[in-house]
Structure formats: structure tokens, C-alpha cells
């Protein structure tokens, strides 16, 4: 059976200390291990961010890791590619330690190229996510939204309210004007008005079709009003 290290990665300490995502981590280096014949000589786990392409002098934990497998003539074992980096540079950068990597998620037999080109997708897709995440921000700031207030849901909520009550009220008001000249031309029922105003093609806010209960309700609330 092959020997070799495990190497876990979170990101935070609050992760490290409640032990969130190590444990998912270490259960899949584990089953990896078992299914493909490796025996975990030793464990590295690290409470550190995987950006940047220097990342190496941040992280010890992987170092002592390297070290490790270098000695024993093992590779290093994680979970998922990301464990390692999301920086493609970084992932050269560890290729050229001359210790191989196998990584859980992609199977042992994975091309050490292979792991450049994950590497790269890997990278873009944090950038794209990135970008995406300022975009949107930025369409939240131009609309008016204040960032960082916690009161801004409300606000905008109260906001959306406000322009969906002017916006029936105006409707309404269309529509009554169309309502008073079918009543003028001798039309008194509430099913009468609906069957002309659908026949004028009409609709109603909600964008359907007229009925004797609709055209009630509008009057009624006209006549509260």
C-alpha cells in the first residue's frame, strides 16, 4: 500500500475552530484512500486563503506538507483542487516542487496538466463571480440603494410599493374614464361592462380579462375613495 499526506484547507479561523468543512474534507481523502489503496502517513491542515499567487509563504501547514511527502517519496492528497488554489500561477508554482498531487475530486490518474487547466477554469470562474457580485452592486448603488444599511431592504421594499400604488391608481383611472363612457352609451351592469371592456380590449392590472366581480370591486373601491 502507497503512502501518502493529507493536506486540508479552510479559509477562516472561525471555520477552523468549528471545524466546518475539515471534517467533509478529511471523510473524502479518506474514502479516496481506501478505494484507491493509499495510506495516510501523516495530516497538514492549514487556516488560511488559497488567493494570490504567492499563497506558499502564508501557508505553512502545505510547506511542512511538501516537506513531507518530499521525504517519504509520497504525494499529497486533498480533497478538492481548490484546497489548494484557485490561482493557476500558484498551482505552477507547486508542480515545480516536484511532488505530485493527486486530488480526490479528479482521481488519481489525472494528468499533471490536467490540474493546470482545472486550475485555470477554477481561477476565471473566482473572477467571473467577482465581477458579477460588483456589477450588481453597483446596479443596486445607481438605483438608489444605500449600501451597507441594514434598513435598505426595507426601503426598497417600501420603494417597490410605492411605484406599484401609483402605477394601479393610474390604471384605474384609464379605466374608469373608459367605464363612465360605457355607462353613457346605456351599459349599467357589472357584466356588461366587462363583456365591453374586454371587447375594446382592455385589461385589467394584472393583464386578464374582465369580469362582473373585477369591474365591482373597481367601483366600489372608486366610490370609497
Given at each position: 500500500?502507497?503512502?501518502?499526506?493529507?493536506?486540508?484547507r479552510v479559509?477562516?479561523?472561525?471555520?477552523?475552530?468549528?471545524?466546518?468543512?475539515?471534517?467533509?474534507?478529511?471523510?473524502?481523502?479518506?474514502?479516496?484512500?481506501?478505494?484507491?489503496?493509499?495510506?495516510?502517513?501523516?495530516?497538514?491542515?492549514?487556516?488560511?486563503?488559497?488567493?494570490?499567487?504567492?499563497?506558499?509563504?502564508?501557508?505553512?501547514?502545505?510547506?511542512?506538507?511538501?516537506?513531507?511527502?518530499?521525504?517519504?517519496?509520497?504525494?499529497?492528497?486533498?480533497?478538492?483542487?481548490?484546497?489548494?488554489?484557485?490561482?493557476?500561477?500558484?498551482?505552477?508554482?507547486?508542480?515545480?516542487?516536484?511532488?505530485?498531487?493527486?486530488?480526490?475530486?479528479?482521481?488519481?490518474?489525472?494528468?499533471?496538466?490536467?490540474?493546470?487547466?482545472?486550475?485555470?477554469?477554477?481561477?476565471?470562474?473566482?473572477?467571473?463571480?467577482?465581477?458579477?457580485?460588483?456589477?450588481?452592486?453597483?446596479?443596486?448603488?445607481?438605483?438608489?440603494?444605500?449600501?451597507?444599511?441594514?434598513?435598505?431592504?426595507?426601503?426598497?421594499?417600501?420603494?417597490?410599493?410605492?411605484?406599484?400604488?401609483?402605477?394601479?391608481?393610474?390604471?384605474?383611472?384609464?379605466?374608469?374614464?373608459?367605464?363612465?363612457?360605457?355607462?353613457?352609451?346605456?351599459?349599467s351592469s357589472?357584466?356588461?361592462?366587462?363583456?365591453?371592456?374586454?371587447?375594446?380590449?382592455?385589461?385589467?392590472?394584472?393583464?386578464?380579462?374582465?369580469?362582473?366581480?373585477?369591474?365591482?370591486?373597481?367601483?366600489?373601491k372608486q366610490?370609497?375613495?
Open positions: 500500500m502507497q503512502s501518502a499526506i493529507s493536506y486540508v479559509s477562516t479561523e472561525k471555520q477552523g475552530r468549528s471545524g466546518l468543512g475539515i471534517e467533509a474534507q478529511r471523510n473524502a481523502i479518506a474514502r479516496f484512500a481506501d478505494a484507491e489503496g493509499f495510506q495516510i502517513a501523516d495530516e497538514f491542515v492549514e487556516v488560511e486563503t488559497g488567493k494570490g499567487a504567492d499563497a506558499l509563504d502564508r501557508r505553512p501547514e502545505l510547506s511542512a506538507a511538501l516537506a513531507a511527502a518530499r521525504k517519504a517519496g509520497s504525494p499529497v492528497i486533498v480533497a478538492k483542487l481548490c484546497r489548494l488554489s484557485r490561482d493557476v500561477h500558484f498551482i505552477s508554482g507547486l508542480m515545480a516542487h516536484k511532488v505530485p498531487f493527486v486530488v480526490a475530486e479528479l482521481g488519481k490518474d489525472v494528468d499533471p496538466f490536467l490540474l493546470h487547466i482545472y486550475a485555470a477554469l477554477a481561477e476565471k470562474e473566482r473572477a467571473l463571480i467577482s465581477q458579477r457580485t460588483k456589477e450588481a452592486l453597483a446596479a443596486r448603488k445607481a438605483s438608489g440603494v444605500r449600501l451597507g444599511n441594514p434598513r435598505n431592504l426595507h426601503q426598497a421594499q417600501t420603494k417597490g410599493r410605492n411605484v406599484a400604488s401609483r402605477k394601479a391608481a393610474q390604471h384605474a383611472a384609464n379605466v374608469l374614464s373608459v367605464i363612465r363612457d360605457i355607462q353613457a352609451s346605456g351599459v357589472y357584466l356588461g361592462i366587462a363583456e365591453a371592456l374586454n371587447a375594446r380590449g382592455v385589461r385589467t392590472a394584472r393583464n386578464g380579462q374582465w369580469h362582473a366581480t373585477t369591474v365591482r370591486n373597481l367601483l366600489l366610490s370609497c375613495g
